[in-house]
Structure formats: structure tokens, C-alpha cells
């Protein structure tokens, strides 16, 4: 048997990375409840990672999403009501409202970026600092340039 034989590996990577994506993703929602964000789900995470920079249009979150204009509006608007982001004009489109991210929305933010550290924690001692770090390297290496989507 060929030890450089990747067929094997090539079948088993998907199901294992799409688990330890399933572990993170449940582990920032934990984390996030536990430190006193639990009406928050998985997608505003996704929308808080395009508004943490410097906010965006409905038009950019929407396509950031990967969803129409009404369903980011729809987000928004949800987002809104709990206090996690505010509409204000748009620096240089009057036509435009920004969306950013309220103080609450920023703790939020913060409050997950914890809570997935915490998660990682427990690879990070299965693998040893040194593997971990190469791991993190070479998904960098791999890991597709643009929005951070769900998988809808």
C-alpha cells in the first residue's frame, strides 16, 4: 500500500472538515449565549463579519450573504430591533443608508471572537502549538479569497 496514496484522505477531509466547522459554529453560538448574546444565530455572524469593518449598503450584505436585497433588509431589520446595528446615511451616496454595528453589535462581536478561541482550544492541544499553527497556514493557503458564507 502506497503511503503517499491521497485517495483515501481526499475522501475523508470533506465529512472532517465540514465537523469541525459544525464544532465551531455551535461553539461560538454557546460561547456567545454564555456571555449574554443568546438571541443571536449563526447568520448574523456572518452579517456582523461584512458590518464589523466599516458597515455596508443592504446591497453589499445581500450579496455578501449570498441572498437577495429583501432577505438582507429582512436581517437588518431583525438586527435592528435588538439593538445589534443602527442604519445611518451613507457618507458619500445620499441615496444610500450604511448599516453598522451598534456598541452591542461590536460586543457581540467580540463576545464570539472569545467564545471561538475557546472552542479551538481543545485542537490546539490535540495537535501541539507548532501543528496548529501549520494547520491554520496551510488553510490559509487553501481557503477560498472573498465573503465568509453560510451554506444555506
Known amino acids: 500500500m502506497d503511503p503517499m496514496d491521497t485517495s483515501a484522505d481526499a475522501r ?3 465529512a472532517l472538515l465540514l465537523a469541525l466547522s459544525g464544532e465551531l459554529v455551535a461553539g461560538i453560538q454557546a460561547g456567545g449565549a454564555a456571555r449574554g448574546f443568546d438571541d443571536v444565530r449563526p447568520a448574523h455572524g456572518y452579517a ?7 458597515g455596508a449598503t ?10 437577495t436585497k ?8 431583525e438586527l435592528v430591533r435588538k439593538g445589534y446595528v443602527e442604519r445611518r446615511p451613507h457618507p458619500t451616496d445620499a441615496r444610500a443608508r450604511l448599516v453598522v454595528l451598534t ?7 467580540r463576545a464570539a471572537d472569545a ?4 472552542t479551538v482550544q481543545p ?13 491554520v497556514a496551510d488553510l490559509a493557503r487553501l481557503a477560498p479569497k472573498g465573503p465568509i ?4
Not at 456598541?103 to 462581536?109: K, M, Q, S, V
Not at 467564545?115 to 475557546?118: E, H, L, N, R, S
Open 12 to 14: 475523508a477531509l470533506p
Open 48 to 54: 456582523f463579519v461584512r458590518l464589523a469593518p466599516d
Open 58 to 67: 443592504i446591497g453589499e450584505l445581500a450579496e455578501h450573504l449570498g441572498v
Open 70 to 77: 429583501q432577505a438582507a433588509s429582512q436581517l437588518v431589520d
Open 103 to 109: 456598541e452591542r453589535g461590536w460586543a457581540c462581536t
Open 115 to 118: 467564545a471561538a478561541a475557546d
Open 123 to 135: 485542537w490546539i492541544a490535540a495537535l501541539g502549538p507548532a501543528r496548529f499553527h501549520a494547520l
Open 149 to 152: 458564507r453560510p451554506s444555506w
